[in-house]
């Protein structure tokens, strides 16, 4: 999430009650999670185990629960509850106001764009020109759509991210992580019906230009699509992937997170993608592999029973 306007850390530290460890005189830009920080960002850390990837990430100010030695050129915000108080930072700077108009007052539609009955347009959504908005879509705050859009009936753009903040003190449980980014979908893309698009947790869940969906695909939080890319029906990708241009996903694709996808792969229907994939290749199964090879290993496979017989024959 990015602030309307830089923010200093002291106003920070007021906010959630923090003390300052570290030049206390610089400006935030915004507040991301750890997969997205940028320079300027802050980020927050509740475990001893991932103190030094946050202190070594790109963000500049580490909400933190132990004073421990702070890294030249950033600032330590040091609180008893990291994730409370990355809570009412987003409470504070994007608090929930509910618009109760099909379309609200503050959204911005363009020139010749076509919104359907029974649609719902969110808080400060800006869609731009010549868009297709079909009946009972949803686009819920602060998302973007851009020229040439074709959003198909019953989809939901930036809806919460699945992200949760698990507790291990018995029963074990789990807190809903706020989520605070956007959707942003770029000019000429097409998205079919009861498709779930989920906004990012504190950054941007991005659909590059040109990209087509067919219907029931999900997209999780924080995944940025290339442009040009073409996926079928019942597709779902996890959160925080990278799918670089021109990718092409056959139906039913299940891609797991946080992991890369390069341009112009293709991935065969029903295939399980477990980890990162480079480019312009074909891939096939659970866990994917290059098709040709995955094919050949089938064939050999059933070939198994003529030769386990063929052995005790020779026996």
């Known amino acids: 999430m990015r602030f309307e306007n830089p923010i200093s850390i002291e106003k920070i530290a007021a906010i959630i009650h923090a003390k300052v460890i570290g030049d206390a005189t610089q400006l935030t830009t915004g507040i991301n999670e750890i997969h997205r920080v940028e320079k300027g960002d802050l980020v927050f850390v509740d475990h001893p185990k991932y103190y030094e990837t946050c202190l070594q990430s790109a963000a500049s100010f580490i909400i933190i629960n132990q004073e421990i030695p702070c890294p030249s050129g950033k600032a330590l915000l040091v609180v008893e509850d990291p ?102 979908i770029e000019n000429e893309v097409e998205i079919g019906a009861a498709c779930t698009i989920d906004r990012g947790v504190t950054s941007d869940t991005v659909i590059g230009a040109g990209t ?77 592999e290059i098709a040709n090879e995955k094919k050949r290993e089938r064939v050999w496979i059933k070939r198994i029973p003529a030769l386990w017989d063929k052995v005790m024959r020779a026996q």
């Open 83 to 184: 994730f409370g108080a990355y809570q009412k930072i987003v409470d504070h700077f994007r608090p929930l106001r509910p618009s109760l108009k099909p379309i609200s007052d503050s959204a911005v539609i363009g020139a010749g764009t076509v919104v359907l009955p029974g649609a719902y347009i969110g808080n400060h959504v800006q869609i731009g020109k010549n868009c297709l908005i079909h009946p009972n879509v949803t686009i819920l705050d602060h998302c973007i759509i851009g020229d040439d859009v074709i959003i198909q009936a019953g989809t939901i753009i930036g809806s919460d991210a699945f992200y949760y903040n698990k507790k291990t003190n018995r029963p074990v449980h789990y807190k809903k992580m706020k989520s605070c980014g956007r959707v942003l």
């Open 212 to 288: 087509k969906l067919d219907n029931q695909v999900h997209i999780g939080h924080d995944t940025v699509i290339g442009k040009n890319c073409l996926f079928a029906a019942q597709v779902a990708i996890a959160g925080a992937v990278t799918i670089e241009d021109e990718v092409i996903l056959w139906g039913q694709v299940g891609v797991n997170k946080t992991l890369r996808i390069g341009k112009g792969a293709t991935v065969l229907a029903q295939s399980g993608v477990p980890g990162d994939l480079p480019g312009n290749q074909i891939y096939f199964g659970t866990p994917t």
